[in-house]
């Protein structure tokens, strides 16, 4: 194992239209659209359900060499979707949401490597899910969607990868949930995975972690407009309880570090006297931020949606087979790993990747593994950090190194 320990420091086309728009930013992937990929042979759940048929949203970016071995799949978190990098071609300041780890001469190098985003089935961007018309009804699938696993969405993604011919991943990653997406390609299909890059993330949540989903998903069950979970038929959308379970998710991803230099004690709006205002109205920054984060998030995701990937969350736990043998569970694995953590992340605390790295030095696999000292909390896997991003660029350019893809020029992205 290599392990790295950090203390803190003081390709879709473009067109005309879209050029005319607005400029590309340097090492960005340009403008984007997603691909909608059908498919029709049934896919068996892990709960005994079958998905006759579903589609998939895709987002690609780079190309595909002649080989097809420098291939990366990028599996998204909780609220994220197929939209990695680039800017929105129908919607120019939608950003992708690792924009600032993949592109031309980024840590994930589009110049070498040609990228999959997808967005998980049952989620609420594009991929058949709660969102979308069951074929069999002709409404709504709505809170008859089935229940899904990790695993369930590694068998849909595979078949994106047969879709592109790409038998072997160069690198399967992802952060938060996306890290257990990765960890699960690497037992599930270890001949498909070269490397895997597990970051902010854990083999299986805490107590404490399942805890906090039941919170967010009480509260939105709970919601007079949820109508169990017919609230589009209806006309209606449970906004208070999915605001509350944001709220409770947005707390969590924060570092109590973070929240204090943000925002204090600081008051919204006090009185003439610069007193207390004596009511349950906003009172405290930090309320009208969380508030605010809510509200948004209420107009964006679908509550149906929230409660099935949470439950995938807390499902997520491959020792379960295995009487709670993690290293046993992570035998299959063939891949090189690197795996990151931070220092101040509460949720998925460097404790849960010590202990899948132990588990795979039991089985002696070769690892890399970071700890990094950031204020961050869990948001920090999605933050700009550049210790963080150099040992991910440094880690794929080994990769590139392997499979002859060529050397980084970062100030041109030409490759030698």
Request: negative net charge.
């Amino acid at each position: 194992m290599t392990t790295i320990a950090f203390s803190p420091d003081p390709a879709a086309a473009v067109t005309a239209a879209d050029s005319a728009r607005a400029s590309v930013p340097t090492g960005s992937v340009g403008y984007v659209a997603p691909q909608f990929l059908s498919f029709d042979e049934p896919l068996t759940l892990s709960s005994g359900q079958v998905l006759q048929s579903y589609t998939l949203a895709v987002e690609t970016y780079g190309e595909l060499n002649a080989q097809r071995s420098n291939a990366v799949l990028i599996c998204h978190a909780l609220n994220a979707s197929h939209h990695v990098a680039g800017m929105n071609a129908d919607q120019p300041t939608q950003i992708g949401w690792w924009d600032n780890m993949v592109g031309p001469g980024k840590a994930v190098d589009t110049d070498r490597f040609f990228v999959i985003g997808i967005n998980n089935l049952g989620s609420c961007f594009g991929s058949t899910g709660p969102t979308t018309i069951n074929p069999a009804t002709g409404k709504l699938w709505g809170a008859s969607f089935p229940l899904l696993t990790v695993e369930d969405w590694v068998r849909a993604q595979a078949r994106v990868a047969d879709h592109f011919g790409i038998d072997r991943f160069a690198a399967v990653m992802g952060g938060s949930l996306g890290g257990m997406q990765a960890l699960s390609w690497a037992i599930t299909c270890p001949d498909r995975v070269g490397d895997c890059i597990v970051v902010a993330s854990t083999a299986r949540l805490t107590a404490q972690n399942i805890a906090f989903n039941e919170v967010a998903r009480r509260a939105i069950l709970t919601d007079p407009d949820f109508r169990g979970g017919d609230y589009a038929a209806q006309g209606v959308v449970p906004t208070h309880g999915l605001s509350v379970a944001r709220m409770v998710g947005h707390i969590t991803y924060q570092s109590d570090e973070v929240m204090a230099a943000k925002f204090g004690r600081a008051q919204r709006a006090p009185n003439a006297n610069g007193d207390y205002r004596y009511n349950y109205d906003v009172e405290f920054e930090v309320e009208s931020y969380l508030r605010h984060q809510g509200e948004k998030f209420s107009r964006q995701f679908d509550a149906n949606t929230y409660l099935l990937l949470t439950r995938a969350l807390d499902y997520f736990d491959p020792a379960r087979t295995t009487g709670g043998d993690l290293a046993q569970a992570l035998a299959p694995a063939l891949a090189r790993f690197l795996l990151v953590s931070f220092s101040t992340d509460w949720r998925f605390s460097p404790e849960h990747s010590r202990e899948i790295v132990r588990a795979l030095l039991k089985n002696r696999r070769e690892v890399t593994y970071a700890e990094i000292d950031a204020p961050h909390g869990h948001d920090a896997f999605l933050l700009g950090d550049v210790r963080y991003h150099a040992i991910v660029q440094g880690y794929y350019d080994q990769i590139a190194q392997r499979l002859g893809l060529g050397d980084r020029r970062q100030t041109t992205g030409v490759l030698a």
